[in-house]
């Protein structure tokens, strides 16, 4: 648990803070926007997520009086003080006063364009920039991965079995809401349907059948003890054998009214012993009982697996989609766009290096996205201070500004929807998304055009 939301930042935030604060420019109004520069998984779309995150973080940001004085032992090479006392008091005294604006969770999202926009003195925007950032980065990444895999598996549903192998407890909290947005199922983690409300699903495991004499008496006991949670996991020792024992326990669950939910591959050759499972159960009258498929399951797997013919019914995707195994990381940056000068304009402020992916585009920007019969069209990244642009825009037919108020003043001025409901936002952001854009690589890009900004 962490002592401060506060503290949850890069020492070099702090210095700065207090450099600001030393010249006398800490409380210059500044703008700064939160991007990425490409969309990950060299896909077409990102899902944007981690917004909830900021709702309960920026409320509770303040330094403490352990906090300041943590920050009092710090000493530079010469051994004297970081950081002033006069300057750790004013940390102390510290109330945001920003106005935040963000693009709302479950948006699609590209390029360049700004997922959050935080504008206020100079400082506190500043010490903002780690903890954003850290709060909107991995959850995106895995709400679009989600997706992803979610989109190769055709509707089928899709199972987050990732809490073991996932990135410590908060981590796994975190993967587990976000893959629920990019439009997973149902998790097999416990503390996330306790704190989400996500569905659960789970079954057993390969030691519950070792600890019996044989498979079949294994499968006899669960279906004893859980009639009415049966999985079985066949894959412990003969896989087809597996099936014929799940087979033989689920025509007595049958007798008794209950029904074998499923049977569990997790090993071998998924698409062919699912070929042979649904005809096993066909044949023994279980056309309802489902086949899942695990181990190690990720977009291109089940792309592949369902090019091959495979039966299965549900995935349970794990590790490679709770560590967005194939990138780590989103990339999203912070980056100050704009600060007010002594006459109270604003002077656009941007990056200029030689690494061209890098350079940034002089200009406030907001973002609208237009609509034809429902699907989407363009987006149009525009200056918000050229009044003459803006209302050329409106003319060009239906549309949506993606960066909403959040919070005015440090005051919370947004309610965020249900879980679900940020969910199903996510699924009709992909169902108005075109269908050539969607594909795991696209080979054309969905048009994001910069309009009239610097």
């Not at 030393?22 to 899902?47: C, M, N, S, W």
Request: contains cysteine.
């Amino acid at each position: 648990m962490l002592h401060s939301f506060a503290m949850l930042t890069d020492l070099y935030q702090l210095t700065m803070a207090q450099g600001y604060w030393k010249l006398g420019k800490h409380q210059k109004r500044a703008i700064f926007d939160l991007f990425f520069r490409e969309a990950p998984f060299q896909g077409g779309y990102t899902v944007c997520c981690g917004l909830a995150s900021v709702l309960s973080a920026i409320p509770n940001f303040s330094f403490k009086e352990a906090d300041v004085a943590y920050l009092a032992t710090l000493q530079g090479y010469d051994k004297k003080p970081l950081f002033q006392a006069d300057f750790l008091q004013a940390l102390l005294n510290l109330r945001l006063t920003v106005h935040i604006e963000a693009v709302l969770e479950g948006t699609l999202v590209f390029p360049r364009e700004p997922l959050l926009r935080v504008e206020g003195p100079l400082w506190e925007c500043q010490l903002l920039e780690t903890a954003l950032l850290n709060l909107i980065n991995f959850p995106t990444l895995v709400a679009t991965k989600a997706a992803r895999v979610c989109y190769a598996a055709k509707g089928d549903p899709i199972l987050e079995f990732g809490l073991r192998r996932a990135q410590g407890e908060n981590g796994a909290l975190t993967a587990s809401r976000a893959a629920f947005i990019g439009g997973v199922s149902a998790t097999s983690n416990v503390l996330a349907g306790q704190y989400f409300g996500i569905p659960l699903i789970g079954t057993h495991a390969h030691s519950w059948v070792m600890v019996f004499e044989n498979e079949i008496e294994a499968f006899g006991a669960y279906a004893k003890v859980m009639p009415n949670n049966c999985v079985f996991l066949v894959d412990t020792y003969n896989t087809v054998q597996g099936i014929k024992n799940a087979i033989q326990i689920a025509l007595k669950l049958k007798k008794q009214g209950c029904h074998l939910l499923g049977v569990r591959l997790d090993s071998g050759d998924l698409a062919a012993l699912s070929i042979i499972a649904r005809q096993l159960l066909d044949e023994a009258g279980l056309e309802t009982t489902e086949i899942i498929g695990s181990s190690d399951l990720d977009e291109y797997v089940i792309t592949e697996l369902k090019e091959k013919g495979a039966k299965i019914s549900r995935w349970g995707v794990g590790t490679r989609l709770v560590t967005a195994y194939d990138q780590p990381a989103l990339g999203g940056v912070y980056k100050l766009v704009a600060i007010e000068d002594d006459k109270g304009q604003w002077q656009y402020k941007a990056k200029i290096t030689e690494d061209l992916g890098k350079k940034m585009i002089p200009g406030i920007y907001n973002v609208r996205r237009f609509f034809s019969n429902n699907v989407f069209v363009h987006d149009i990244v525009y200056d918000r201070n050229n009044p003459n642009l803006t209302s050329s825009l409106e003319q060009q037919g239906a549309y949506e500004e993606l960066l909403v108020p959040i919070f005015h003043e440090g005051k919370l001025v947004y309610q965020s929807p249900k879980l679900s409901e940020i969910r199903e936002r996510t699924l009709e952001q992909l169902q108005k998304f075109p269908l050539e854009f969607k594909a795991l690589k696209p080979s054309v890009r969905y048009p994001v055009i910069f309009e009239g900004v610097g």
